[in-house]
C-alpha cells in the first residue's frame, strides 16, 4: 500500500492568514493527488485534483503543488468557513489511500 | 447535478452483515466511471473501503481481507456495500462517492453519509 503522511496533524491559525499544509507519499505518486475539505456532519468536499487543479466552484485562495512524494495545500488569506479538517488522498494506485487529516482551527 | 444518497440500518449486531445502499441521481452509473465507499470511524480519519466499476473491475482495501463486496445495480440506479463479520471496529460514517475516472480520479461527488453503529 501507499501510505499518505500529512503534517501537522492540527494547526491554529486566524482569520486572514496563510496556512501551508504538506502531504507526503511513501513512494511516487506522480500528480495523482487529491485534496478534500471535511466539515463535521456535512459530505467531504473535493478542493483540488491532480496536485494543483482547482476543482470548479472553489475560492482561488486554495493552491496545491507538488509532485512525487512531496506536495502542498496552501490557503491564503483564512476566512472564517476555512476551519476544518483537510485530507490529502492518492489514486495512483488503485488501492486508494487517504492521509490522517490535519485539523485547521482557529486561534 | 449529481446527487447520492446512502441508506440502511443504523445499528448491527457484531459478527453479522452490514449492508447499505447508495441511490444516485443526475447520473447513470450505467455510463461509467467507478463508485466507491469510504469511512470515517468515530474521532478518525477517511478510510477507502473498496471500490466498483459498471464493467466489472473491483478494488478493496486489503486491511479489511476480504470481507467486503461492493456492486452495482443498473436497473436501479443503486451501488451497495456489504460488509461481513463486523465487529466494533467497523463503527463508522459510511459515505458512497463517485470516483471520476480521468486526471488523477478524485472523489468527486459524495452522499451526505450515512451512520452506523456496531452493537455486542
Known amino acids: 500500500d501507499i501510505q499518505m503522511t500529512q503534517s501537522p496533524s492540527s494547526l491554529s491559525a486566524s482569520v486572514g492568514d496563510r496556512v501551508s499544509i504538506t502531504c507526503r507519499a511513501s513512494?511516487?505518486?506522480?500528480?495523482?493527488l487529491n485534496w478534500y475539505q471535511h466539515k463535521p456532519g456535512k459530505a467531504p468536499k473535493l478542493l483540488i485534483h491532480?496536485?494543483?487543479r482547482l476543482q470548479s466552484g472553489v475560492p482561488s485562495r486554495f493552491s496545491g503543488s507538488g509532485s512525487g512524494t512531496e506536495f502542498t495545500l496552501t490557503i491564503t488569506h483564512l476566512q472564517p468557513e476555512d476551519f476544518a479538517t483537510y485530507y490529502c488522498q492518492q489514486s495512483y494506485s488503485p488501492l486508494i489511500t487517504f492521509g490522517q487529516g490535519t485539523r485547521l482551527e482557529i486561534k | 447535478q449529481v446527487q447520492l444518497q446512502e441508506s440502511g440500518p443504523g445499528l448491527v449486531k457484531s459478527s453479522e452483515t452490514l449492508s447499505l445502499t447508495c441511490d444516485v441521481s443526475g447520473y447513470s452509473i450505467s455510463s461509467g466511471y467507478y463508485w466507491g465507499w469510504i469511512r470515517q470511524p468515530p474521532g478518525k480519519g477517511l478510510e477507502w473501503i473498496g471500490s466498483n466499476s459498471h464493467s466489472g473491475n473491483t478494488y478493496d482495501n486489503p486491511s479489511l481481507k476480504s470481507r467486503v463486496t461492493i456492486s452495482l445495480d443498473t436497473s436501479k440506479n443503486q451501488v451497495s456495500l456489504k460488509l461481513r463479520s463486523v465487529t466494533a471496529a467497523d463503527t463508522a460514517v459510511y459515505y458512497c462517492?463517485?470516483?471520476?475516472?480521468?486526471?488523477?480520479?478524485?472523489?468527486?461527488?459524495w452522499g451526505q453519509g450515512t451512520l452506523v453503529a456496531v452493537s455486542s
Open positions: 513512494q511516487s505518486i506522480s500528480t495523482y
Open positions: 462517492a463517485r470516483l471520476r475516472g480521468s486526471g488523477s480520479w478524485p472523489f468527486d461527488y
Open positions: 491532480s496536485t494543483g
